[in-house]
């Protein structure tokens, strides 16, 4: 999808308007990353789906490589519990990747290109881009 014109035409419209002060979810460079599908990694278990109904995809809802597992959170007196319990029965180290014990995937999902960004952020704080992300959130919501 990503190579079709009409997408990179909303696309640009997106980036557009949010570089002119449109209010939309998300930093410029997490709106660029998303819309373009540029590479990062997912941790998927630090914001995971909950159904309804309580139960957790583990450690996320969409491998392609495999079926997830599903854990009950109700079932656990708290959450460290229930983490802990499902990454016994699949482990989520090292999860994001192309091979084949791996998810086998990239989805563009907004909240995987925030946790993402977590993730840059605490590995490589002087690279990742932080003060200016923070300087755009700040006076942005003024
Ligand atoms: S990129 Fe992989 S780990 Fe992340 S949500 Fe998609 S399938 Fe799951």
Redesign the pocket.
């Known amino acids: 999808m990503i190579n079709r014109s009409d997408y990179q035409t909303l696309a640009s419209l997106i980036l557009e308007r949010k570089k002119s002060g449109h209010l939309l979810i998300g930093s410029e460079h997490i709106l660029e990353m998303l819309l373009q599908v540029k590479p990062y990694t997912?941790l998927?278990t630090l914001r995971p789906h909950v159904d309804p109904d309580g139960r957790i995809a583990w450690?996320?809802r969409?491998?392609?490589n495999m079926d997830p597992v599903y854990v009950n959170l109700l079932d656990y007196r708290n959450v460290d519990e229930c983490w802990e319990a499902a990454d016994k029965l699949k482990s989520a180290a090292n999860?994001?990747g192309p091979e084949p014990l791996q998810?086998g995937?990239?989805?563009a999902?907004m909240q995987?290109y925030t946790t993402g960004r977590y993730h840059e952020f605490i590995t490589s704080p002087l690279r990742s881009g932080i003060f200016s992300e923070i300087r755009e959130f700040v006076f942005q919501n003024r």
């Open positions: 997912c998927p450690p996320c969409a491998p392609k999860f994001h998810c995937d990239n989805c999902w995987n």
